[in-house]
Protein backbone atom coordinates (compact mmCIF):
# COMPACT_ATOMS: atom_id res chain seq x y z
CA UNK A 1 0.00 0.00 0.00
CA UNK A 2 1.30 3.35 -1.38
CA UNK A 3 1.39 6.32 1.62
CA UNK A 4 0.49 9.50 0.65
CA UNK A 5 3.48 11.85 -0.03
CA UNK A 6 5.22 14.24 2.64
CA UNK A 7 4.40 17.25 1.40
CA UNK A 8 7.99 18.53 -0.17
CA UNK A 9 7.03 22.23 -0.70
CA UNK A 10 5.47 23.41 2.59
CA UNK A 11 8.35 24.12 4.94
CA UNK A 12 12.14 23.50 5.56
CA UNK A 13 12.25 20.50 7.63
CA UNK A 14 9.21 18.18 5.13
CA UNK A 15 11.65 19.71 1.82
CA UNK A 16 14.85 18.57 3.73
CA UNK A 17 13.56 15.19 4.64
CA UNK A 18 12.04 14.76 1.33
CA UNK A 19 15.38 14.91 0.08
CA UNK A 20 17.00 12.61 2.43
CA UNK A 21 14.02 9.79 2.24
CA UNK A 22 14.38 10.24 -1.72
CA UNK A 23 17.84 9.45 -1.70
CA UNK A 24 17.78 6.59 0.89
CA UNK A 25 15.00 4.98 -1.19
CA UNK A 26 16.74 5.35 -4.40
CA UNK A 27 20.47 4.42 -3.35
CA UNK A 28 21.87 1.65 -5.22
CA UNK A 29 24.41 -0.76 -4.35
CA UNK A 30 26.23 0.74 -7.81
CA UNK A 31 26.43 4.35 -6.33
CA UNK A 32 28.75 3.70 -3.61
CA UNK A 33 32.15 4.04 -3.94
CA UNK A 34 34.48 1.31 -3.58
CA UNK A 35 36.09 2.59 -0.78
CA UNK A 36 33.02 3.22 1.00
CA UNK A 37 31.87 -0.28 0.29
CA UNK A 38 35.12 -1.85 1.56
CA UNK A 39 34.01 -0.18 4.70
CA UNK A 40 31.01 -1.00 5.35
CA UNK A 41 31.91 -4.75 5.36
CA UNK A 42 34.57 -3.66 7.68
CA UNK A 43 31.99 -2.41 9.99
CA UNK A 44 29.32 -5.29 9.57
CA UNK A 45 31.75 -7.95 10.09
CA UNK A 46 33.07 -5.72 13.49
CA UNK A 47 29.48 -5.42 14.41
CA UNK A 48 28.56 -9.02 13.86
CA UNK A 49 31.81 -10.00 16.46
CA UNK A 50 30.82 -7.48 18.91
CA UNK A 51 27.05 -8.93 18.77
CA UNK A 52 28.17 -12.60 19.02
CA UNK A 53 30.08 -12.00 21.75
CA UNK A 54 27.34 -9.85 23.25
CA UNK A 55 25.00 -13.01 23.29
CA UNK A 56 27.39 -14.26 26.53
CA UNK A 57 25.85 -11.28 28.47
CA UNK A 58 23.49 -11.46 31.60
CA UNK A 59 21.82 -8.80 29.90
CA UNK A 60 21.25 -10.70 26.42
CA UNK A 61 20.20 -13.49 28.57
CA UNK A 62 17.51 -11.05 30.55
CA UNK A 63 16.45 -9.94 27.26
CA UNK A 64 16.10 -12.81 25.25
CA UNK A 65 14.63 -14.41 28.50
CA UNK A 66 11.15 -12.10 28.12
CA UNK A 67 10.42 -13.27 24.41
CA UNK A 68 7.94 -15.80 24.29
CA UNK A 69 8.93 -19.31 22.87
CA UNK A 70 7.87 -19.68 19.20
CA UNK A 71 7.80 -22.68 16.74
CA UNK A 72 8.53 -20.81 13.99
CA UNK A 73 9.42 -17.03 13.38
CA UNK A 74 10.76 -14.60 10.51
CA UNK A 75 13.77 -14.01 12.40
CA UNK A 76 16.34 -15.80 14.43
CA UNK A 77 17.80 -15.02 18.14
CA UNK A 78 22.10 -14.83 17.21
CA UNK A 79 23.51 -17.07 18.98
CA UNK A 80 20.35 -19.28 20.04
CA UNK A 81 18.78 -19.84 16.86
CA UNK A 82 15.32 -19.35 18.50
CA UNK A 83 12.61 -18.21 16.60
CA UNK A 84 11.60 -14.87 16.69
CA UNK A 85 9.32 -11.58 15.12
CA UNK A 86 11.84 -9.67 12.97
CA UNK A 87 10.81 -6.96 15.74
CA UNK A 88 11.97 -8.87 18.46
CA UNK A 89 15.26 -10.58 16.54
CA UNK A 90 16.19 -6.77 16.27
CA UNK A 91 15.84 -5.89 19.76
CA UNK A 92 17.55 -9.03 21.51
CA UNK A 93 20.33 -8.82 18.67
CA UNK A 94 20.54 -4.89 18.76
CA UNK A 95 21.13 -5.52 22.76
CA UNK A 96 23.99 -8.55 22.24
CA UNK A 97 25.58 -6.30 19.31
CA UNK A 98 26.18 -3.30 21.87
CA UNK A 99 26.23 -4.65 25.40
CA UNK A 100 30.16 -5.40 25.58
CA UNK A 101 30.76 -1.70 24.82
CA UNK A 102 33.23 -3.26 21.65
CA UNK A 103 30.57 -1.79 18.47
CA UNK A 104 31.55 0.99 16.37
CA UNK A 105 30.90 4.91 17.36
CA UNK A 106 30.67 8.20 15.49
CA UNK A 107 27.72 7.32 13.79
CA UNK A 108 24.27 7.84 15.41
CA UNK A 109 26.74 7.59 17.78
CA UNK A 110 26.70 3.48 17.78
CA UNK A 111 25.05 3.04 14.60
CA UNK A 112 26.36 -0.85 14.34
CA UNK A 113 24.40 -2.17 16.82
CA UNK A 114 21.15 -0.43 15.44
CA UNK A 115 21.42 -0.41 11.79
CA UNK A 116 22.96 -4.26 11.33
CA UNK A 117 20.19 -5.62 13.93
CA UNK A 118 17.39 -4.19 11.98
CA UNK A 119 18.37 -5.12 8.39
CA UNK A 120 19.19 -8.46 9.25
CA UNK A 121 15.93 -8.80 10.96
CA UNK A 122 14.46 -7.28 8.20
CA UNK A 123 15.97 -9.99 5.20
CA UNK A 124 14.72 -13.07 7.01
CA UNK A 125 12.32 -14.99 4.93
CA UNK A 126 13.15 -13.24 2.19
CA UNK A 127 15.24 -13.54 -0.40
CA UNK A 128 18.14 -10.28 0.26
CA UNK A 129 21.35 -10.01 -2.15
CA UNK A 130 24.27 -8.99 -0.35
CA UNK A 131 24.58 -5.57 -2.42
CA UNK A 132 20.93 -4.77 -1.29
CA UNK A 133 22.37 -5.78 2.38
CA UNK A 134 25.02 -3.77 1.83
CA UNK A 135 23.18 -0.64 0.66
CA UNK A 136 20.43 -0.86 3.29
CA UNK A 137 23.44 -0.72 6.32
CA UNK A 138 25.06 2.56 4.54
CA UNK A 139 21.55 4.18 4.60
CA UNK A 140 21.03 3.33 7.89
CA UNK A 141 24.25 5.03 9.19
CA UNK A 142 23.74 7.89 6.22
CA UNK A 143 20.39 9.20 8.31
CA UNK A 144 21.38 8.45 11.73
CA UNK A 145 24.12 10.27 11.73
CA UNK A 146 22.93 13.15 9.72
CA UNK A 147 19.85 13.31 12.09
CA UNK A 148 22.43 13.76 14.73
CA UNK A 149 24.52 16.44 13.26
CA UNK A 150 20.76 18.61 12.71
CA UNK A 151 20.16 18.06 16.04
CA UNK A 152 23.61 20.15 16.86
CA UNK A 153 25.98 16.95 17.18
CA UNK A 154 26.77 14.61 20.14
CA UNK A 155 27.57 17.20 22.53
CA UNK A 156 24.46 19.00 22.32
CA UNK A 157 22.28 16.27 22.20
CA UNK A 158 23.55 14.12 24.50
CA UNK A 159 24.24 17.07 26.83
CA UNK A 160 20.79 17.34 26.71
CA UNK A 161 20.44 14.08 28.46
CA UNK A 162 19.79 11.58 25.31
CA UNK A 163 21.22 9.00 24.32
CA UNK A 164 21.61 9.03 20.50
CA UNK A 165 22.07 6.13 19.69
CA UNK A 166 18.42 5.27 20.76
CA UNK A 167 16.94 8.57 19.60
CA UNK A 168 18.64 9.16 16.23
CA UNK A 169 19.26 5.51 15.67
CA UNK A 170 16.12 4.68 15.72
CA UNK A 171 15.44 6.79 12.58
CA UNK A 172 18.36 5.36 11.01
CA UNK A 173 17.14 2.10 11.34
CA UNK A 174 13.91 2.86 9.74
CA UNK A 175 15.28 4.50 6.74
CA UNK A 176 17.85 0.92 6.93
CA UNK A 177 14.85 -1.04 6.69
CA UNK A 178 12.47 1.07 3.90
CA UNK A 179 15.69 0.61 1.64
CA UNK A 180 16.50 -2.99 2.14
CA UNK A 181 11.89 -3.58 1.76
CA UNK A 182 12.27 -1.24 -1.32
CA UNK A 183 10.01 1.26 0.09
CA UNK A 184 9.62 4.19 -2.25
CA UNK A 185 10.63 8.42 -1.31
CA UNK A 186 7.11 8.83 0.26
CA UNK A 187 6.80 5.71 2.71
CA UNK A 188 10.68 6.11 3.61
CA UNK A 189 10.05 9.62 4.48
CA UNK A 190 6.59 8.33 7.16
CA UNK A 191 9.02 5.50 8.29
CA UNK A 192 11.67 7.75 9.26
CA UNK A 193 8.99 10.07 10.86
CA UNK A 194 6.93 7.61 12.60
CA UNK A 195 9.46 6.40 13.80
CA UNK A 196 10.52 9.53 15.77
CA UNK A 197 7.81 8.58 17.89
CA UNK A 198 9.92 5.21 19.17
CA UNK A 199 13.20 7.67 19.85
CA UNK A 200 14.28 7.57 23.61
CA UNK A 201 17.18 6.45 25.30
CA UNK A 202 17.93 8.57 28.56
CA UNK A 203 21.67 9.25 30.19
CA UNK A 204 20.21 8.47 33.70
CA UNK A 205 21.74 4.86 33.95
CA UNK A 206 25.21 6.61 34.05
CA UNK A 207 24.72 7.43 37.97
CA UNK A 208 24.66 3.93 39.14
CA UNK A 209 25.82 1.85 36.46
CA UNK A 210 22.64 0.42 35.33
CA UNK A 211 21.74 -1.48 32.27
CA UNK A 212 19.55 0.03 30.18
CA UNK A 213 22.28 1.79 28.01
CA UNK A 214 22.70 -1.49 27.00
CA UNK A 215 19.18 -2.23 25.76
CA UNK A 216 19.01 1.59 23.31
CA UNK A 217 20.39 0.05 20.65
CA UNK A 218 18.14 -3.10 20.47
CA UNK A 219 15.26 -0.75 21.17
CA UNK A 220 15.87 2.01 17.91
CA UNK A 221 16.70 -1.70 15.78
CA UNK A 222 13.04 -2.78 16.94
CA UNK A 223 11.63 0.83 16.57
CA UNK A 224 12.76 1.41 12.68
CA UNK A 225 11.68 -2.18 11.99
CA UNK A 226 8.32 -1.64 13.40
CA UNK A 227 8.50 1.91 11.94
CA UNK A 228 9.03 0.39 8.61
CA UNK A 229 5.90 -2.46 8.88
CA UNK A 230 3.82 0.53 9.61
CA UNK A 231 4.91 2.72 6.81
CA UNK A 232 4.15 -0.22 4.21
CA UNK A 233 1.05 -0.87 5.68
CA UNK A 234 0.29 2.92 5.19
CA UNK A 235 0.45 4.68 8.39
CA UNK A 236 1.44 8.11 8.07
CA UNK A 237 3.76 10.31 10.26
CA UNK A 238 3.82 13.55 11.30
CA UNK A 239 5.34 15.97 8.35
CA UNK A 240 6.40 18.91 10.43
CA UNK A 241 8.37 16.94 12.90
CA UNK A 242 11.66 18.44 11.76
CA UNK A 243 10.39 22.05 11.67
CA UNK A 244 10.53 24.50 14.83
CA UNK A 245 7.29 23.38 15.99
CA UNK A 246 5.62 22.62 19.19
CA UNK A 247 6.65 18.58 19.38
CA UNK A 248 8.84 18.59 16.77
CA UNK A 249 12.04 16.61 17.09
CA UNK A 250 14.60 19.05 17.74
CA UNK A 251 12.70 21.43 20.25
CA UNK A 252 11.69 18.33 22.16
CA UNK A 253 15.36 16.68 22.35
CA UNK A 254 17.62 19.25 22.26
CA UNK A 255 15.00 22.44 23.20
CA UNK A 256 17.14 23.96 20.45
CA UNK A 257 16.09 24.51 16.70
CA UNK A 258 17.56 21.57 14.52
CA UNK A 259 19.57 22.53 11.38
CA UNK A 260 17.94 20.61 8.70
CA UNK A 261 20.52 21.72 6.07
CA UNK A 262 22.57 18.91 7.63
CA UNK A 263 20.46 16.14 6.18
CA UNK A 264 21.39 17.01 2.64
CA UNK A 265 25.03 19.14 2.95
CA UNK A 266 26.77 16.72 0.66
CA UNK A 267 24.07 14.49 0.07
CA UNK A 268 25.69 11.39 -2.41
CA UNK A 269 29.13 12.97 -2.52
CA UNK A 270 30.28 12.37 1.27
CA UNK A 271 29.18 9.23 2.66
CA UNK A 272 29.04 9.33 6.65
CA UNK A 273 29.54 5.95 7.37
CA UNK A 274 33.24 7.27 6.37
CA UNK A 275 33.71 8.87 9.56
CA UNK A 276 32.90 6.15 11.85
CA UNK A 277 35.26 4.20 14.10
CA UNK A 278 36.15 1.22 14.98
CA UNK A 279 36.81 0.17 19.17
CA UNK A 280 39.14 -2.07 20.19
CA UNK A 281 39.10 -1.55 23.77
CA UNK A 282 36.13 -2.52 25.44
CA UNK A 283 35.00 0.99 26.87
CA UNK A 284 33.03 4.06 26.00
CA UNK A 285 34.48 5.48 23.02
CA UNK A 286 35.53 8.70 25.34
CA UNK A 287 38.36 7.06 27.21
CA UNK A 288 40.34 5.25 24.16
CA UNK A 289 42.39 8.48 23.93
CA UNK A 290 43.33 7.89 27.39
CA UNK A 291 44.49 4.46 26.92
CA UNK A 292 46.34 5.46 23.67
CA UNK A 293 48.28 7.85 25.55
CA UNK A 294 49.80 5.53 28.27
CA UNK A 295 50.19 3.20 25.25
CA UNK A 296 51.98 5.41 23.51
CA UNK A 297 54.38 6.77 26.53
CA UNK A 298 55.20 3.58 27.56
CA UNK A 299 56.38 2.46 23.36
CA UNK A 300 58.08 5.73 23.39
CA UNK A 301 60.03 5.32 26.26
CA UNK A 302 60.68 1.42 26.68
CA UNK A 303 59.74 1.73 30.40
CA UNK A 304 57.10 -1.01 32.41
CA UNK A 305 53.89 0.10 33.32
CA UNK A 306 54.22 -1.01 36.70
CA UNK A 307 57.21 1.90 37.04
CA UNK A 308 54.12 4.01 37.09
CA UNK A 309 53.21 6.09 40.02
CA UNK A 310 51.06 8.71 39.04
CA UNK A 311 48.60 9.59 36.48
CA UNK A 312 46.65 13.10 36.42
CA UNK A 313 44.22 13.69 34.02
CA UNK A 314 42.20 16.66 32.47
CA UNK A 315 39.47 16.74 30.55
CA UNK A 316 36.46 18.60 30.04
CA UNK A 317 33.20 18.72 32.22
CA UNK A 318 31.43 16.70 29.57
CA UNK A 319 33.79 14.00 29.84
CA UNK A 320 34.45 14.00 33.44
CA UNK A 321 30.87 13.85 34.22
CA UNK A 322 30.37 10.97 32.05
CA UNK A 323 33.55 8.59 32.52
CA UNK A 324 35.27 10.38 35.52
CA UNK A 325 34.50 7.65 38.48
CA UNK A 326 37.02 4.87 39.51
CA UNK A 327 34.25 2.46 38.82
CA UNK A 328 35.07 -1.08 39.38
CA UNK A 329 31.73 -2.55 39.48
CA UNK A 330 29.09 -3.09 37.91
CA UNK A 331 30.28 -4.15 34.75
CA UNK A 332 28.48 -1.17 32.96
CA UNK A 333 29.72 1.07 35.23
CA UNK A 334 33.20 -0.12 34.97
CA UNK A 335 33.29 0.07 31.20
CA UNK A 336 32.29 4.10 31.16
CA UNK A 337 35.05 4.66 33.96
CA UNK A 338 38.26 6.31 32.26
CA UNK A 339 40.52 5.61 35.60
CA UNK A 340 39.42 2.29 35.17
CA UNK A 341 40.32 1.83 31.24
CA UNK A 342 43.84 3.24 32.13
CA UNK A 343 44.63 1.00 35.40
CA UNK A 344 43.72 -2.16 33.23
CA UNK A 345 45.59 -1.30 30.50
CA UNK A 346 49.05 -0.56 32.55
CA UNK A 347 48.61 -3.76 34.87
CA UNK A 348 47.07 -6.62 32.33
CA UNK A 349 48.54 -4.40 29.04
CA UNK A 350 45.53 -4.23 27.15
CA UNK A 351 41.64 -3.16 27.55
CA UNK A 352 40.21 -5.57 25.63
CA UNK A 353 37.13 -7.62 26.81
CA UNK A 354 39.13 -10.22 28.85
CA UNK A 355 40.73 -7.75 30.70
CA UNK A 356 37.15 -6.80 32.03
CA UNK A 357 36.54 -9.91 33.71
CA UNK A 358 35.68 -9.69 37.31
CA UNK A 359 38.68 -11.11 38.66
CA UNK A 360 40.99 -8.71 36.69
CA UNK A 361 38.89 -5.61 37.50
CA UNK A 362 39.51 -6.68 41.15
CA UNK A 363 43.43 -7.35 40.64
CA UNK A 364 44.68 -5.46 43.82
CA UNK A 365 47.40 -4.13 41.44
CA UNK A 366 44.38 -2.56 39.59
CA UNK A 367 42.63 -0.80 43.10
CA UNK A 368 46.17 0.34 43.74
CA UNK A 369 46.50 2.26 40.61
CA UNK A 370 43.16 3.86 40.68
CA UNK A 371 44.08 5.41 43.75
CA UNK A 372 47.25 6.85 42.03
CA UNK A 373 44.91 8.60 39.46
CA UNK A 374 43.84 12.16 39.50
CA UNK A 375 40.66 12.88 37.09
CA UNK A 376 40.18 16.61 37.00
CA UNK A 377 37.96 19.02 34.91
CA UNK A 378 39.71 21.43 32.60
CA UNK A 379 37.19 24.32 31.90
CA UNK A 380 39.03 25.30 28.98
CA UNK A 381 38.12 22.00 27.18
CA UNK A 382 35.42 21.57 24.98
CA UNK A 383 32.89 18.98 25.42
CA UNK A 384 34.29 16.61 22.84
CA UNK A 385 38.32 17.36 23.53
CA UNK A 386 40.44 14.34 24.35
CA UNK A 387 41.68 14.52 27.98
CA UNK A 388 45.34 15.53 28.66
CA UNK A 389 47.73 12.78 30.79
CA UNK A 390 50.71 13.71 33.00
CA UNK A 391 52.17 10.29 33.83
CA UNK A 392 54.86 9.99 36.69
CA UNK A 393 57.38 7.38 36.72
CA UNK A 394 59.10 5.98 40.17
CA UNK A 395 62.35 7.44 38.95
CA UNK A 396 60.56 10.58 38.97
CA UNK A 397 60.75 11.18 35.48
CA UNK A 398 57.12 12.68 33.88
CA UNK A 399 55.41 12.65 30.78
CA UNK A 400 52.57 14.45 29.14
CA UNK A 401 50.61 13.61 26.32
CA UNK A 402 47.14 14.11 24.85
CA UNK A 403 46.26 11.72 21.60
CA UNK A 404 43.76 13.98 19.31
CA UNK A 405 42.25 10.73 17.79
CA UNK A 406 42.03 7.29 19.67
CA UNK A 407 42.76 3.82 17.76
CA UNK A 408 40.17 2.63 15.26
CA UNK A 409 39.43 6.52 14.34
CA UNK A 410 39.55 7.53 10.38
CA UNK A 411 42.64 9.34 11.48
CA UNK A 412 44.15 6.52 12.64
CA UNK A 413 42.81 3.24 12.11
CA UNK A 414 43.18 -0.19 13.16
CA UNK A 415 45.67 -2.52 11.03
CA UNK A 416 43.30 -5.33 9.26
CA UNK A 417 45.13 -7.49 10.81
CA UNK A 418 44.08 -5.89 14.52
CA UNK A 419 40.25 -5.83 12.99
CA UNK A 420 40.68 -9.56 11.88
CA UNK A 421 41.95 -10.57 15.18
CA UNK A 422 38.99 -8.94 17.04
CA UNK A 423 36.03 -10.16 15.10
CA UNK A 424 38.01 -13.81 15.65
CA UNK A 425 38.18 -13.06 19.27
CA UNK A 426 34.72 -12.42 20.15
CA UNK A 427 32.92 -14.44 17.60
CA UNK A 428 34.55 -17.14 19.12
CA UNK A 429 33.23 -16.40 22.41
CA UNK A 430 29.85 -17.92 20.33
CA UNK A 431 30.79 -20.07 17.18
CA UNK A 432 32.93 -22.91 16.68
CA UNK A 433 36.27 -22.04 14.55
CA UNK A 434 34.71 -22.89 11.68
CA UNK A 435 31.24 -21.05 12.03
CA UNK A 436 33.74 -17.92 12.88
CA UNK A 437 35.63 -18.17 9.21
CA UNK A 438 32.37 -19.21 7.47
CA UNK A 439 31.34 -15.85 9.12
CA UNK A 440 33.70 -13.66 7.78
CA UNK A 441 34.22 -15.75 3.94
CA UNK A 442 30.63 -14.49 3.65
CA UNK A 443 30.88 -10.83 4.71
CA UNK A 444 34.09 -10.62 2.66
CA UNK A 445 31.65 -12.10 -0.44
CA UNK A 446 28.52 -10.03 0.26
CA UNK A 447 29.00 -7.86 -3.47
CA UNK A 448 28.94 -11.50 -4.77
CA UNK A 449 25.88 -13.20 -2.95
CA UNK A 450 22.75 -13.61 -4.27
CA UNK A 451 20.89 -14.41 -1.10
CA UNK A 452 22.06 -13.49 2.05
CA UNK A 453 20.30 -16.52 4.08
CA UNK A 454 23.32 -18.51 4.38
CA UNK A 455 25.20 -15.73 6.75
CA UNK A 456 21.92 -15.09 9.03
CA UNK A 457 21.64 -18.98 9.54
CA UNK A 458 25.50 -19.25 10.76
CA UNK A 459 25.22 -16.17 13.15
CA UNK A 460 21.81 -17.97 14.54
CA UNK A 461 24.10 -21.43 16.12
CA UNK A 462 24.92 -21.03 19.57
CA UNK A 463 24.52 -22.13 22.78
CA UNK A 464 23.99 -19.86 25.69
CA UNK A 465 27.21 -20.25 27.93
CA UNK A 466 26.53 -21.38 31.58
CA UNK A 467 27.93 -18.64 33.09
CA UNK A 468 27.59 -15.41 31.17
CA UNK A 469 30.95 -12.98 31.09
CA UNK A 470 30.67 -10.25 34.19
Known sequence: MSSEPIDAATTPGSRALARLAAFSAGLRFEDLPDAVVAKTQVHLLDTLGAALAGTRSREFALVAGVIEPRPTGSARIWGLGRAASAREAALVNGVAAHVFELD??????????????????????????????????????????????ASGGYDRHNGAGWHSTGTCGAVGAAAAVARLWGLDAAETAHAMTIATSFASGLWAFIHDGAQTKKIHAGRAAEGGVLAAELARAGLTGPSRVFD?????????????????SRFTADLGDVFKIMRVSLKPYAACRGVHSAIDAVGDVLADTGRAGAEITWIGVKASPFLVDMCGKPDVEPLAAAQMSLPLAVALRIVHGEAGLSSYAEAKRRDPRVRALLDAIDVSVDPTQAALDEPALTIRFADGATFERMVPRASGSPERPMPSTAIEAKFAELAGLALPADGVAEVARLVADLPRLADVAPLAARLAVGNPPAEPFR
Open 244 to 260: EVWGGFFRSFDHAEGDV
Open 104 to 149: DTGGCDHSGAVVVPAVFAAAEGRMVSGRDLLAAIVVGYEVGRRLLE
